[in-house]
């Protein structure tokens, strides 16, 4: 992993009127290689469901800034203290179907055993990089996307988790920017619009 592809990235914004939201990808060492630290949210929340995201959320007016609201979500969710975020760089904002336009920061993280701190969370997840670069464990669909027409979805199947959504979108371009992963030219499948999601 070489986070300089991170560091020097020029990140793309989202404009129009949407909910502002930041997420924070937090790197963390490891004895096997580095992980990204994941949260699964809970059943009972009425956006995205036990799906697994970065921790993050909406921009409050008392957050002086998007990375701001990166840290304090970071803390209510996970415990994580804000002197332990060592920020290395922003990825593209991404446009949401809940009609949030949400900003990734890349960061590192001590590794000190993080757990859910607020009912929002149903569990706190790393997972190895060298498993989500494996390409044994992705696979991809076109889909019909109310904003971006056709579009690829992405399915990474790790230790039991599926990433997929918005936070497999961030994660796709920070595994091309960190580790040069390459994904795969074509797809494993073209499904209807309103079809199952495979997770």
Same mark, same amino acid.
Do not use: I
């Given at each position: 992993m070489?986070?300089?592809?991170?560091?020097?990235?020029?990140?793309?914004?989202v404009?129009?009127?949407l909910q502002e939201a930041s997420v924070i990808a937090p790197v963390l060492p490891g004895d096997s290689g580095p992980r990204l630290l994941f949260t699964e949210r809970a059943d009972h929340l009425s956006n995205h469901p036990g799906q697994m995201s970065f921790p993050g959320g909406r921009h409050e007016p008392q957050d002086d800034t998007r990375r701001a609201t990166a840290v304090r979500e970071g803390n209510e969710e996970i415990c994580?203290?804000?002197t332990d975020v060592e920020f290395? !760089?922003?990825l593209d904002d991404i446009r949401t179907v809940t009609e949030f336009a949400v900003r990734p920061f890349v960061a590192r993280v001590p590794d000190r055993g993080?757990?859910?701190?607020?009912d929002e969370v149903a569990e706190v997840v790393t997972l190895s990089l060298a498993d989500l670069t494996d390409l044994d464990n992705?696979?991809?669909?076109?889909r019909d996307h109310p904003y971006y027409g056709e579009i690829r979805l992405h399915y990474f199947r790790v230790d039991g988790y599926t990433v997929w959504g918005a936070t497999a979108r961030i994660l796709v371009q920070f595994l091309d920017l960190a580790t040069g992963?390459?994904?795969?030219? !074509?797809v494993?499948?073209?499904?209807?619009?309103?079809?199952?999601?495979p997770v």
């Open positions: 070489n986070l300089e592809g991170v560091r020097r990235h020029e990140p793309q914004a404009s129009g009127d994580l203290d804000p290395v !760089g922003r993080y757990t859910a701190c607020e992705y696979e991809s669909e076109f992963w390459e994904m795969p030219p !074509g494993d499948r073209v499904v209807e619009p309103d079809a199952d999601f």
